[in-house]
């Protein structure tokens, strides 16, 4: 199977005048396809990018990967991340090994709940030293019986194990929250609509909340 996703935020001009805030339109493009007969292992590609409301090109992220599906709902995946960041002076070059776990936690209320654990060991260049992040993932989604569509929302906290030269402290250093709708348009493409409230935690220094509006599509053959 593949599935290519693309994920947009979107509005983010109507809210840039919030103070302190970090508004963008985001995109993603993700990509995932089948290596093996009984359809166990994978391989994903995520292209995500990042846009001033103005339209300039913020950030651009590539992520590729393998995936191995376990039984019982349980994905494990590993792979490279490749980060460029457009900034005043030189720009920001980012690379990471990351390794996950997705899988389903149960159903109750209406509701079907899943996580997704992530370690990322992080190296910028011009500097020496690697981090360690952990990112966890919780969503509960609500298919909204007799239609196509399901509500999805959940948080995603970080946190870094390590401090580094180029900025990282250790402990929580950012927390989304992301709500959506869903919408399956046929067996094998998707639809989504939504918010991401993003809360960035400063160790020494005011945190920042950033408001983004999420739209996507994916896509599996």
Do not use: C
């Not at 067996?187 to 408001?211: A, V």
């Amino acid at each position: 199977m593949r599935r290519i996703s693309i994920s947009l935020i979107a509005l983010a001009g109507a809210l840039s005048p919030l103070a302190h805030a970090e508004n963008q339109i985001w995109t993603s493009i993700g990509l995932e396809t089948g290596l093996s007969e009984n359809g166990q292992w994978g391989a994903s590609l995520d292209i995500n990018s990042r846009y001033e409301p103005d339209g300039e090109l913020s950030r651009l992220e590539l992520r590729p990967g393998l995936t191995y599906e376990l039984k019982n709902g349980v994905e494990l995946a590993g792979g490279y991340y490749y980060g460029h960041t457009n900034q005043t002076g030189e720009d920001r070059n980012e690379h990471r090994l990351w390794q996950q776990a997705s899988y389903d936690i149960g159903a109750n209320w209406g509701l079907e709940f899943s996580g997704r654990t992530r370690i990322e060991q992080r190296y910028r260049e011009g500097f020496d030293d690697t981090g360690t992040r952990i990112r966890q993932r919780l969503t509960a989604d609500f298919p909204i019986e007799g239609t196509p569509l399901t509500l999805s929302a959940g948080p995603e906290i970080y946190y870094e194990l390590i401090e580094t030269d180029w900025g990282a402290d250790q402990g929580f250093s950012e927390l989304r929250t992301e709500a959506k709708l869903e919408w399956a348009v046929s067996d094998t493409l998707d639809l989504s609509f939504g918010y991401l409230n993003q809360l960035e935690i400063e160790q020494n220094g005011p945190d920042t909340t950033n408001h983004h509006i999420l739209a996507g599509i994916s896509k599996s053959f």
